[in-house]
């Protein structure tokens, strides 16, 4: 009997041994676990505390964590970094004859103390241990107005290594810490060809249906992507893209809501030279062009003309890769009825109010060249519009429409109704 016991204690002995045993290894690998997710944790907020803050300190009308994409709708949370009296923005890696550079705009107030001779690039990447590559930075001119100067900020650096990589920027005779902002790499397989819309706007909020218009207006006319630089974007917004970019008419087309929150007023040139450069880095196309408008301004070409060929045609055989050319602005009046609510899609358009109020500008580069001086080119004005749209008190018919009108008209009938 005690010999049994005695065997019994044993057989229990070593079962509570492997219990343990088993237990430990589930330690073990908890603990394996917990220790990976941790280390994903603290690189996110080592990253996100490179980031900084944002220019402005006021809150965003829509917060947008990280870079995703929900259908044909992607966010970009890029935002404009402010060292010493300079402003920057997004960083990008650019091929050119030299190899590779970095490359951002930014923007410096005239007769500002911030010296250029003492800023200093480098190129950091943060793998395990922060391996900093000093470069020869290039500024340049490319815009200015009575308040500002706009530049192209180019970083040539020696050598990239690693997976994660920063553009830094600093004063050599300054204490201020460096700037630091994430690089982006641009796409590993570009577009052989594509048509990129990059979109300046200086109104603070946009109508859903004013919007859909637009974006379905230069969808007809070829173009692929469309870059909406915006200064805070809300809800009911983007709502309303998502489920237009699953519209049958926007199968094919990318909408980029790109944020825009630069603090400080400027002209029309300086901010159209200053998206013109971020957006055609941005483009990613082999071949096609990265096309700077105002929102608002509708392009009325002759009939059977797509942007594409239009761009060809204006441009002719210069050699050059960036061109403007500056359009009549011509007012539409075009009264909504009860059951219409869109503009661009009324079925009788009334004559012009005015034949000529002002010029519009597009500005366009040619990839896979990066934005430069823009050679002006010219348009027959009589064939080729840009056209904006209010309501009128009148609802008289006019006795003449002229054919790019007309043109123009038979277009946006393809424009689908917005349903709510």
């Not at 391996?131 to 180019?154: L, R």
């Not at 300046?200 to 207006?217: G, K, Q, R, V």
């Amino acid at each position: 009997m005690q010999e049994a016991r005695s065997s019994g204690g044993r057989i229990m002995r070593k079962y509570y041994q492997l219990i343990l045993f088993i237990l430990s290894v589930v330690s073990l690998v908890c603990f394996v676990i917990y220790k990976h997710e941790y280390d994903r944790l603290r690189n996110v907020l080592e990253v996100l505390n490179v980031f900084g803050s944002t220019v402005t300190d006021g809150p965003q009308t829509y917060e947008l964590q990280g870079i995703c994409s929900n259908g044909s709708v992607e966010f970009i949370p890029d935002f404009w970094h402010k060292y010493s009296e300079v402003q920057v923005y997004a960083a990008f890696k650019v091929a050119n004859e030299k190899g590779w550079s970095l490359n951002s705009v930014a923007v410096v107030k005239r007769n500002s103390s911030f010296s250029m001779k003492n800023t200093v690039c480098a190129l950091i990447s943060g793998d395990v241990n922060d391996d900093k590559f000093e470069g020869t930075i290039e500024w340049k001119q490319i815009e200015t107005d009575n308040d500002y100067v706009a530049y192209s900020v180019v970083c040539n650096v020696p050598e990239m290594i690693g997976n994660s990589h920063l553009f830094s920027l600093y004063d050599s005779k300054s204490s201020l810490q460096p700037l630091k902002v994430p690089l982006h790499l641009g796409p590993t397989h570009p577009k052989d060809h594509a048509t990129s819309l990059c979109v300046l706007s200086n109104d603070p909020y946009w109508h859903i249906d004013d919007l859909a218009d637009f974006i379905h207006y230069y969808s007809l006319l070829g173009v692929d992507n469309i870059y909406l630089y915006h200064r805070g974007i809300g809800d009911q917004v983007i709502s309303s893209l998502q489920a237009l970019a699953r519209t049958r008419t926007l199968s094919n087309v990318t909408i980029h809501l790109t944020t825009w929150n630069r603090p400080s007023s400027s002209s029309l040139l300086v901010d159209f030279a200053l998206i013109n450069h971020d957006c055609s880095w941005r483009h990613g196309a082999k071949q096609g062009s990265s096309i700077t408008v105002q929102f608002g301004h509708f392009l009325a070409l002759p009939k059977g003309l797509r942007l594409k060929e239009f761009l060809a045609k204006a441009r002719g055989h210069s050699s050059e890769s960036s061109f403007e050319v500056r359009i009549p602005l011509q007012t539409i009046c075009a009264n909504l009825s009860a059951t219409e609510t869109s503009l661009v899609r009324r079925a009788r358009m009334i004559n012009p109010k005015k034949k000529v109020i002002r010029t519009g500008i597009i500005r366009w580069t040619e990839a896979p060249n990066h934005p430069g001086n823009p050679e002006t080119v010219k348009v027959d004005s009589q064939a080729v519009k840009l056209l904006i749209f209010e309501q009128c008190r009148t609802t008289e018919n006019g006795k003449t429409e002229d054919e790019t009108v007309r043109t123009f008209r038979a277009l946006a009938q393809n424009i689908p109704r917005l349903k709510n």
